[in-house]
Structures are given as structure tokens and as C-alpha cells.
């Protein structure tokens, strides 16, 4: 069994980022899935920092400073690049994603991966906003916004590979 700690939309805020980081770990999370919109390299840096061994992340349409981020996820041995992104644990199919345009394209998007069966999860980020549901018998999860900018709420999500279960909690 994993638990994995899913975040996404951080936009720099390094005080939530830690926070997060450490109420992850608290929780006995084995891996960080970044779901995108990290934006600058010193705040994936921020991670580490905290003590977050194992990260996966995908870009958002925010991260201008793609090269960067790179050589700080290297630097730290994580993972960070393009999405689509297809992670596997514990013989689950995770596609992480981003997401780009309205927040309908992305759901439109999401819905139809989901529908396809091939993934036991589809995990997105971009619109800022919780979303955990399925489709057949795919998990669909966004965990919100860890910025809280757009919604004034920060959250997370803590996914058991066990079972798929979700818990969404406060940052």
C-alpha cells in the first residue's frame, strides 16, 4: 500500500508549500504527486527542504521556467516534466495532468481519459478547484488549490492505493 500526498497550484506560495509538505509527511505519504503550476524552481526547492523524499510533478501553464525546474527537481531526485504523465503504484495506473483553457475543457478532457478505462486514476490540476468522483470505475481527483488564491481555500488530497480512497484536507 502507498499513500500518495496529491497537490497542485502552488503559484509560489512557499508558505503553503511547506506547510503541505509537512502535514503530508505527518500523515506517512510515500510519494508527492505535483499536479502543475509549481511556477518557480525555488519554491519545488521548497519540497526538499522540508523533507519530501520522492516527488513527481507535471508542468503547468504557469511555469515559465521550465529549465529550472528541471535542474532543481535533478538536483533533488524528483521527477518533474510534460503532461500527459503515466505513473504506476502498486500496479495502479495514475495519468497525472495539468490542464489548459476554461476549466470546462479540462473537465471535458478528464471525463473523456476517464472514460476510456484505461487508468485507475486521473489526477488534475489547473482549475483550482476540489473535484473527486468517478467515472466507471476510474477515480477522477483534483486536490484544489494549494495557493488558495483564486478560492481562498488551500487543500490537498491523500490517496491510498490500497483501496483509491481520497481524503481532501486543509492547508
Same mark, same amino acid.
Given at each position: 500500500? !502507498?499513500?500518495?500526498?496529491?497537490?497542485?497550484?502552488?503559484? @509560489?506560495?512557499?508558505?503553503?508549500?511547506?506547510?503541505? !509538505?509537512?502535514?503530508?509527511?505527518?500523515?506517512?505519504?510515500?510519494?508527492?504527486? %505535483?499536479?502543475? @503550476?509549481?511556477?518557480? /524552481?525555488?519554491?519545488?526547492?521548497?519540497?526538499? &527542504?522540508?523533507?519530501?523524499? +520522492?516527488?513527481?510533478?507535471?508542468?503547468?501553464?504557469?511555469?515559465?521556467?521550465?529549465?529550472?525546474?528541471?535542474?532543481?527537481?535533478?538536483?533533488?531526485?524528483?521527477?518533474?516534466? @510534460?503532461?500527459? +504523465?503515466?505513473?504506476?503504484?502498486?500496479?495502479?495506473?495514475?495519468?497525472?495532468? %495539468?490542464?489548459?483553457? /476554461?476549466? &470546462?475543457? #479540462?473537465?471535458?478532457?478528464?471525463?473523456?481519459?476517464?472514460?476510456?478505462?484505461?487508468?485507475?486514476? *486521473?489526477?488534475?490540476? %489547473? #482549475?483550482? #478547484?476540489?473535484?473527486?468522483?468517478?467515472? =466507471?470505475?476510474?477515480? *477522477?481527483?483534483? /486536490? =484544489?488549490?494549494?495557493?488558495?488564491?483564486?478560492?481562498? +481555500?488551500?487543500?490537498?488530497?491523500?490517496?491510498? #492505493?490500497? @483501496?483509491?480512497?481520497? &481524503?481532501?484536507?486543509?492547508?
Amino acid at each position: 500500500m !502507498a499513500l500518495i500526498g496529491v497537490v497542485s497550484d502552488s503559484h @509560489d506560495n512557499v508558505w503553503a508549500v511547506e506547510r503541505a !509538505a509537512r502535514l503530508l509527511l505527518d500523515r506517512g505519504v510515500n510519494l508527492v504527486v %505535483h499536479l502543475g @503550476d509549481i511556477v518557480a /524552481p525555488f519554491t519545488l526547492r521548497r519540497f526538499r &527542504e522540508a523533507g519530501v523524499e +520522492r516527488l513527481v510533478a507535471v508542468f503547468g501553464n504557469n511555469c515559465g521556467e521550465r529549465p529550472g525546474l528541471v535542474k532543481v527537481a535533478t538536483e533533488a531526485g524528483f521527477e518533474v516534466g @510534460d503532461w500527459p +504523465r503515466l505513473v504506476e503504484v502498486d500496479g495502479r495506473r495514475l495519468l497525472l495532468l %495539468h490542464g489548459s483553457g /476554461p476549466p &470546462e475543457a #479540462t473537465r471535458m478532457l478528464v471525463d473523456s481519459l476517464a472514460a476510456s478505462g484505461r487508468y485507475d486514476a *486521473i489526477l488534475y490540476g %489547473h #482549475t483550482h #478547484t476540489v473535484d473527486v468522483r468517478r467515472v =466507471g470505475g476510474t477515480l *477522477i481527483l483534483n /486536490p =484544489g488549490e494549494l495557493c488558495g488564491c483564486l478560492t481562498g +481555500r488551500r487543500s490537498a488530497a491523500l490517496l491510498d #492505493t490500497s @483501496d483509491m480512497s481520497v &481524503e481532501v484536507v486543509e492547508v
